[in-house]
């Protein structure tokens, strides 16, 4: 079945580190720029990150830069968020997507989420 | 940043009812670059269509997506049950931060 599935959500306290991480199946990875968006409780849904087929291009939101980092290991069919300085407004669901067609930023393919919670 | 609005917030209908759902924008949004997705809670979020009006693989011809520059319009021409949920708009047309509309709850009255 086509799909992404992530993972390595949890409870971290505020100044802490996560990385969450999103395989994907049944699809070339290597050819589809990937997106990382949230939705924090009761709120709508914020894109996060960007990256490339080949991580060349990347791009952030203003309120994450700095602190959270994507990549990809297409040889894994996997893609990545490192998180550091998190904060409690970082206390997301956070969803993988599938750019479908490149320089064309809408999403084709989701996956279900990793909820990160930010508290002391 | 390009600021997407929606209304309304929540739409109350019956199946078989007509929805127009809306979502404008505080600029033009280039190319009509406008997509609007379909989450249910538990689920992953359904793209129903892209460039505004392009139904997405898969989606029923009873979703139609029209508009242009600041305005955009989802409509569901007979509500199925399946149909109920939150509904998002996303504009893909500016450069960086891509942004989302605050959704549209559809409810059954």
């Known amino acids: 079945e086509v799909q992404l599935v992530e993972s390595g959500g949890g409870l971290v306290k505020p100044g802490g580190s996560l990385r969450l991480s999103c395989a994907a199946s049944e699809f070339t990875f290597s050819a589809y720029g990937m997106t990382w968006v949230r939705q924090a409780p009761g709120k709508g849904l914020e894109w996060v990150s960007s990256i490339s087929s080949s991580s060349t291009y990347i791009y952030y939101a203003d309120s994450v830069k700095g602190r959270l980092t994507i990549s990809r290991d297409n040889a894994k069919n996997s893609l990545f968020l490192q998180m550091n300085s998190l904060r409690g407004e970082d206390t997301a669901l956070y969803y993988c997507?599938?750019?479908?067609?490149?320089?064309?930023?809408?999403?084709?393919?989701w996956g279900r989420g990793t909820l990160v919670t930010v508290s002391s | 940043e390009i600021v997407l609005t929606q209304s309304p917030g929540t739409l109350s209908l019956s199946p078989g009812e007509r929805a127009t759902l809306t979502c404008r924008a505080s600029?033009?949004?280039?190319?009509?670059?406008l997509a609007w997705y379909q989450k249910k809670p538990g689920q992953t979020a359904r793209l129903l269509i892209y460039?505004?009006?392009s139904r997405a693989t898969g989606i029923p011809d009873r979703f139609s997506g029209s508009g242009s520059g600041t305005d955009f319009t989802l409509t569901i021409s007979r509500l199925e049950p399946e149909d109920f949920a939150v509904f998002y708009c996303?504009?893909?047309?500016?450069?960086?931060?891509?942004?989302f509309g605050q959704g549209t709850r559809l409810e059954i009255k």
């Open positions: 997507a599938r750019i479908p067609v490149s320089g064309q930023w809408y999403f084709d393919l």
């Open positions: 460039g505004a009006s």
């Open positions: 600029q033009s949004v280039s190319n009509n670059y």
């Open positions: 996303q504009q893909y047309g500016s450069s960086t931060p891509i942004t």
